[in-house]
């Protein structure tokens, strides 16, 4: 099938080899890989999916997969936004605050560029500012860039950033970020009726207040928590009002992404052009010399009329973002793939809005015991449909989420956790009319005529009949696109990534993944489950670019007769 190519349709307009061409590579891009997908898509060059070309003038310095949350904060700091210390602004933590000032006059990325060509190294200095804090993630640069934004949010203090940022744009990176449906990724696609966990400020991007936004659009702020459709709608609104528009393509479907390999004889002809850091592999049986080169990514783009345009784009780094909701959890057990056995609360909220529910004498059965579940349970329990709840733990492990929530912040999800203690299943007693939950109970399978068979930790079996069931245990990401399936960039090579047993390995300053170079991930992906902390990823990929940047200009400029490469 032909596909259109970013390297062939450009290669006639530029020369990527300087700061000026790179901004006109992604506006002629641009013009190509557009909004409007009629006539400019029906007019680009074509080449078949067979060819790969064989050199990469024209690569994007990174694409980023994933439009959510953390896609969107990359491409601020990467469209040349800097974050400084704010004049007036004193950190409650003083020893991070002595730090800070030892560079005031620099932004936080320009840092990092600066003490390179000093000490050598790309991240001795987020490493000193990280130094002896602590947060709610395991990855230093996102507990130290949200004590920047939230100090002390953690302890119940409202403090304001001590940050102001900037746009220069001499330090924009070419780049695009490509996502299945709008901005704000899976926040579109969450169930509208209920509450956030986080509170709104902490949802918030850099360099737009959400409280200031919801002012403006004249929302209900009285709550610190909002409702997922109010994220979605700031997260759209704020990839307009920053400028990024150009950055972003929606629609847009991954199919593949793959390294390309190149003979060393053809690496030595145009070494000027590529980063710094290429990778050498020996054949196994010591023939010719390959070396591992830039990204391909292959998709498609879904246009209006449904019909797809299949795409080739090249890129130095790609930068995974895609979060973790695109696969749910599941049982695996017999009869899961029942059309009444459902796994979303999208398509849960579907029935009871249909009215499929309306009326039925069996009640819902709900499997899981996070949050997701407990929102099953708020949202059939207000729907006047009655609820068996089933899950795996013991209603006193400390380990559920509910142990872990103040209960004057969030009311209605320990309203669920004391129906979970108070209202469950004994072997003498029978189901309660509106809510019975089976504690430490798995499900075997799911029968045709609408029945399930539980068992107890002590073996005992149990079949009850239900109306539709919902298992919500949870969702996986899907790096189906990547080679195993991404399986061997986590922690644990050659297992399923996911957010707490197996994140992606990254290196915790540059985040990028310590298996496969030039590949970063941020986000979930890397555990970063909040909005908080995710935009830490953002900072250290946006740095560790910057730097290899200035390697590169500086490298380029010595040889072609600069000097010795040192401004």
């Known amino acids: 099938m032909p596909v259109w190519c970013c390297r062939c349709s450009l290669a006639g307009h530029f020369s990527y080899r300087n700061p000026e061409a790179e901004g006109q590579l992604l506006n002629s891009f641009t013009q190509y890989f557009g909004d409007s997908l009629g006539r400019k898509i029906k007019r680009m060059p074509l080449i078949e999916e067979t060819v790969?070309?064989?050199?990469?003038?024209?690569?994007?310095?990174?694409?980023?997969?994933?439009?959510?949350?953390?896609?969107?904060?990359?491409?601020?700091?990467?469209?040349?936004?800097?974050?400084?210390?704010?004049?007036e602004a004193i950190h409650p933590n003083p020893v991070l605050h002595t730090k800070l000032e030892e560079a005031r006059h620099l932004s936080i990325v320009d840092q990092s560029v600066s003490f390179l060509f000093v000490l050598q190294h790309e991240a001795i200095d987020l490493e000193y500012l990280s130094e002896g804090l602590e947060g709610r993630s395991s990855n230093p640069v996102a507990v130290l860039f949200d004590t920047l934004l939230h100090p002390d949010a953690d302890f119940g203090y409202d403090y304001?950033?001590?940050?102001?940022?900037k746009l220069e744009q001499h330090n924009y990176i070419p780049h695009i970020v490509l996502g299945k449906g709008p901005p704000g990724g899976a926040w579109h696609s969450m169930e509208g009726s209920m509450l956030t966990i986080s509170f709104g400020d902490w949802m918030e991007?850099?360099?737009?207040?959400?409280?200031?936004?919801?002012?403006?659009?004249?929302?209900?702020?009285?709550?610190?928590?909002?409702?997922?459709?109010?994220?979605?709608?700031?997260?759209?609104?704020?990839?307009?009002?920053?400028?990024l528009q150009k950055n972003f393509r929606d629609n847009v479907y991954i199919t593949s992404v793959s390294r390309l390999y190149r003979g060393k004889d053809d690496e030595d002809r145009t070494q000027l052009n590529e980063n710094i850091s290429t990778q050498h592999l020996e054949m196994e049986d010591g023939q010719k010399s390959l070396i591992k080169r830039n990204w391909e990514v292959r998709g498609y783009q879904r246009a209006t009329d449904g019909s797809h345009v299949p795409f080739c784009l090249f890129a130095e780094n790609v930068a995974l973002a895609t979060g973790t909701f695109d696969s749910p959890g599941r049982l695996q057990v017999e009869g899961e793939d029942f059309p009444f056995v459902l796994h979303s609360m999208s398509d849960f909220g579907a029935a009871i809005s249909k009215g499929k529910l309306r009326g039925k004498?069996?009640?819902?059965?709900?499997?899981?015991?996070?949050?997701?579940?407990?929102?099953?349970?708020?949202?059939?329990?207000?729907?006047?449909?009655?609820?068996?709840?089933?899950?795996?733990?013991?209603?006193?492990?400390?380990?559920?989420?509910?142990?872990?929530l103040p209960k004057k912040l969030y009311p209605e999800y320990h309203k669920v956790y004391h129906m979970m203690c108070t209202q469950s299943h004994t072997v003498d007693s029978n189901l309660h009319s509106a809510y019975t939950s089976f504690p430490e109970h798995?499900?075997?399978?799911?029968?045709?005529?609408?029945?399930?068979?539980?068992?107890?930790?002590?073996?005992?079996?149990?079949?009850?009949?239900?109306?539709v069931a919902l298992v919500l245990i949870g969702s996986h990401p899907n790096l189906f696109f990547l080679k195993d399936q991404g399986h061997s960039i986590g922690h644990h090579s050659n297992q399923p990534i996911t957010c707490k047993g197996n994140p992606i390995?990254?290196?915790?300053?540059?985040?990028?993944?310590?298996?496969?170079?030039n590949l970063f991930a941020l986000g979930p992906l890397v555990g970063d489950n909040f909005v908080r902390f995710l935009k830490g990823g953002a900072l250290g990929i946006a740095r560790c670019l910057a730097i290899r940047q200035k390697k590169k200009h500086e490298l380029i400029e010595s040889r072609d007769g600069g000097g010795d490469g040192v401004p």
């Open 52 to 87: 790969v070309p064989g050199d990469s003038l024209l690569t994007l310095p990174i694409v980023v997969i994933g439009n959510g949350p953390s896609g969107i904060c990359l491409s601020y700091l990467l469209s040349g936004y800097r974050p400084y210390l704010s004049p």
């Open 160 to 165: 304001p950033p001590v940050l102001h940022w």
């Open 205 to 243: 991007l850099p360099g737009l207040s959400f409280k200031e936004w919801a002012a403006n659009k004249r929302r209900n702020t009285k709550s610190d928590r909002v409702m997922p459709e109010e994220i979605a709608c700031y997260y759209k609104h704020y990839v307009k009002v920053m400028g």
């Open 361 to 404: 004498p069996d009640p819902v059965l709900i499997v899981g015991a996070g949050l997701t579940a407990a929102d099953a349970v708020l949202c059939a329990y207000n729907n006047n449909i009655p609820v068996i709840h089933v899950f795996r733990r013991r209603v006193t492990d400390t380990s559920l989420i509910f142990k872990q």
């Open 442 to 467: 798995s499900v075997l399978s799911f029968k045709p005529e609408m029945k399930c068979v539980l068992q107890s930790a002590c073996g005992l079996k149990k079949i009850l009949k239900f109306s």
């Open 505 to 517: 390995e990254i290196d915790p300053y540059t985040y990028e993944c310590t298996k496969e170079a």
